[in-house]
Nanobody, 124 residues
Framework: QVQLVESGGGLVQAGGSLRLSCAASGRTISTYAMGWFRQAPGKEREFVAAISWNGGTTYYADSVRGRLTISRDNAKNTVYLQMSSLKPEDTAVYYC?????????????????WGQGTQVTVSS
């Protein structure tokens, strides 16, 4: 089993930046694909970004492409989400998730383990 803990969320002004981290424990994630999702108040959880086991393949939602960057450090068993040019509509709880295959996916159901989430609030 894999445990995931997100960190790095907070309050930031529009146009600002944050870096979210997702630390895994329980077993190595070096051969697993990882994803980031988010859920805004009153909305369903949505896909944000995903990365393959070695970082060679990345997927992004159209709404974040060019502003958010997913990366990973397998030596640290950690995945990151660098967030830049943030907008108020990026306000949400951000979750990381793992699927025990090497190929990433854009759908929630493809992921098996989830973190508890970290709040990101972007003020206008």
């Amino acid at each position: 089993q894999v445990q995931l803990v997100e960190s790095g969320g907070g309050l930031v002004q529009a146009g600002g930046s944050l870096r979210l981290s997702c630390a895994a424990s329980g077993r190595t994630i070096s051969t697993y694909a990882m994803g980031w999702f988010r859920q805004a108040p009153g909305k369903e959880r949505e896909f944000v970004a995903a990365i393959s086991w070695n970082g060679g393949t990345t997927y992004y939602a159209d709404s974040v492409r060019g502003r958010l960057t997913i990366s990973r450090d397998n030596a640290k068993n950690t995945v990151y989400l660098q967030m830049s040019s943030l907008k108020p509509e990026d306000t949400a709880v951000y979750y990381c998730a793992v699927r025990r295959v090497i190929v990433p996916a854009r759908t929630e159901s493809a992921y098996e383990y989830w973190g508890q989430g970290t709040q990101v609030t972007v003020s206008s």
